[in-house]
């Protein structure tokens, strides 16, 4: 059964009756520009086919019932019961009608029932689909007329404050802004977007995604060092963020820095969203081979500047490059997640069987792979 007739007939045995109707919200992934966020650069992330999808009913009393198909539970709670930092899969919903109270939009309650084919953890952000598909419902719900950019900012609030996770404006951003055949290009400091043309079909061409399936717990630690470490380049640099450092000159400019380690972590900064600015380039002129260099520029920045890869992501994108593909990076936080493969369609059974085979000879389960076509953001299904 398809994830839009699964949450009507979940809509349905929770209430009785029809849901007003039915949203969708996507995963997604990031192309290129990792950790460059919270440096106030660039990123550009795209909208996958897998997506939260949403049955939602309006009700004239503060009740908030929520049916997940995934989980087979349900939960219920009130306006009335609201507050910031709770646990569960349920606070980034009930979280959403929390940000957007407090932001002074006047919502009831609601019945949901929620289904996703977003996989859980795998850096393809499921938490923002499932907080982006709710935004969208109950702005159309309970006709807000809030502006794209603000759901996403409401949709980020609910995350940041009502589950408690310190994360940036992309995921959120990129469900509800993207479109179908385009990257979202974001500049986190001022929030301009652009829609960027991503048809690889055109020139024969696909992006596979391989989810190593490593994922390692330390990585929060890792995170927040790595931010401490750019704050304080950033400091000694003289400068507000690392996006305000130029290429032009880097290396005598990092070379005051006191540290080995610093001067390698902000080289990655500035040369990441130096290489975002050139993928969008080589978007826009239609030049894949540019991407594809890019692409494994990043990973190998990443890798040595920044070191937030690990074994298996290192081999996979070893092993896709020396199979044909024109380009690989880790894409997400680090330590393990998805990489990406920019290749020739023709090329990519070969190209999987072979990172698969990598895989199962060192000891490693085999990886899932899929193709990932830039989908459509957030919207109302019927
Ligand atoms: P991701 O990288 O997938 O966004 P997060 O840890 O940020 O990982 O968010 C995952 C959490 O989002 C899950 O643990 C769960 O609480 C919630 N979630 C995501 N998808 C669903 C779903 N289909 N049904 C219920 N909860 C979900
Ligand atoms: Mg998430």
Redesign the pocket.
Known sequence: MTLDLAVHEAYRNLTGRDPDSIWRAPGRINLIGEHTDYNDGFVLPFALPQA?YLAAGRREDDMIRIA?V??GEQFETTLAELAPNQD??HS?LAGVFWALREAGHQVGGADLA???D?????????????ECVLVEALNDLYELGIAPMDRAKLARRTENAYVG?PTGLM?QAASTLCTEGHALFLDCRSLEVQQVPLDLAAHGQAILVIDTLTRHSHADGEYATRRADCERASELLGVPALRDVAMEGLDDRLAGLPEERLVRRARHVVTEDQRVLDACAALRSDDLVRLGELMTASHASMRDDYEITEPSVDLAVEVALANGASGARMTGGGFGGCVLVLADQTRLDALAAAVTAAFVESGRSAPATFIALPAAGAGRLI
Not at 118 to 130: K, M, N
């Open positions: 939260a997940s995934d989980l569960g899969w980034y929620l289904a996703s977003v996989p859980i953890g795998a850096g393809l952000s499921s938490s923002a689909a499932i996770a995921d």
